[in-house]
């Protein structure tokens, strides 16, 4: 596809000699949002990690706008546009919201200035001078998205952006993921959360074991209710 921005093939990854992904294969289109669903243990967060080369070992093809990448190191991955927002979020508590944020280096070009990050999230420009621990789960999650949009990545793995937050502040990172997708940005996020998901997505894909269960878009959303509610429990 010309016009993929992620393509993944019969990728199979390891974490030592636990085999967890099995001939994963999707592919991604510019400016395209895709979830990723499927109970825990499905290998959501893997497929996430092995993109990024975070994982023991993998094989197969991963291809970032034509580039193969199934041997590159993670630094060389992150240079070709790609961010990684773990769902542990990773944000350091002994610096302030703007030392977590001016923190990682810029690895490619056309990164959110400092201003336009502040202007998309006022509530991290409010807590600027505040220390991580003092951060809201909210606002730690606004501010780990938010670094990597800082690095010019152009395409955002999201895991679990949602997990344990209130309701009204859910329905702020769904206005973000909205705002993101307008600006042009790739986004593939794994969540659990299915309400917070289903109106986001343009395309879902179902993961069980490893693999890639099934694959449906916005418009087949309905149709599929019934069976995701058997599959997934949601």
């Not at 291809?63 to 992150?78: D, S």
């Not at 001016?102 to 400092?114: I, N, Q, W």
Request: aromatic letters at 6%; hydrophobic letters at 40%; proline letters at 3%.
């Amino acid at each position: 596809m010309a016009d993929a921005f992620l393509e993944v093939r019969d990728l199979h990854a390891w974490y030592g000699e636990s085999h967890v992904l099995h001939g994963v294969n999707f592919s991604v289109e510019e400016g395209e949002v895709l979830t990723l669903l499927g109970r825990n243990g499905a290998g959501r967060t893997s497929t996430m990690r092995a993109i990024m080369g975070l994982t023991g070992s993998r094989k197969g093809s991963i291809k970032v706008r034509g580039t193969e990448t199934i041997k590159m190191p993670t630094y060389r991955i992150a240079r070709l546009g790609l961010g990684y927002c773990p769902e542990e979020r990773g944000i350091f508590s002994s610096l302030s919201a703007e030392e977590n944020l001016m923190l990682p280096p810029e690895l490619a070009k056309g990164g959110m200035s400092v201003e336009e990050i502040y202007e998309m999230f006022p509530n991290l420009a409010e807590r600027r001078h505040s220390q991580g621990t003092r951060l809201s789960g909210g606002e730690q999650q606004m501010l780990a998205v938010a670094r990597i949009l800082r690095t010019g990545a152009r395409l955002l793995l999201l895991d679990e952006i949602s997990e344990g937050l209130a309701p009204v502040i859910v329905q702020k990172l769904a206005e973000m993921v909205v705002m993101l997708r307008k600006k042009g940005y790739t986004i593939v996020m794994v969540e659990q959360n299915f309400r917070f998901a289903a109106p986001l997505a343009d395309r879902f894909l179902v993961m069980e074991h490893g693999s890639i269960l099934q694959e449906f878009t916005q418009a087949q959303l309905p149709d599929r209710l019934a069976q995701l509610h058997e599959t997934l429990g949601v």
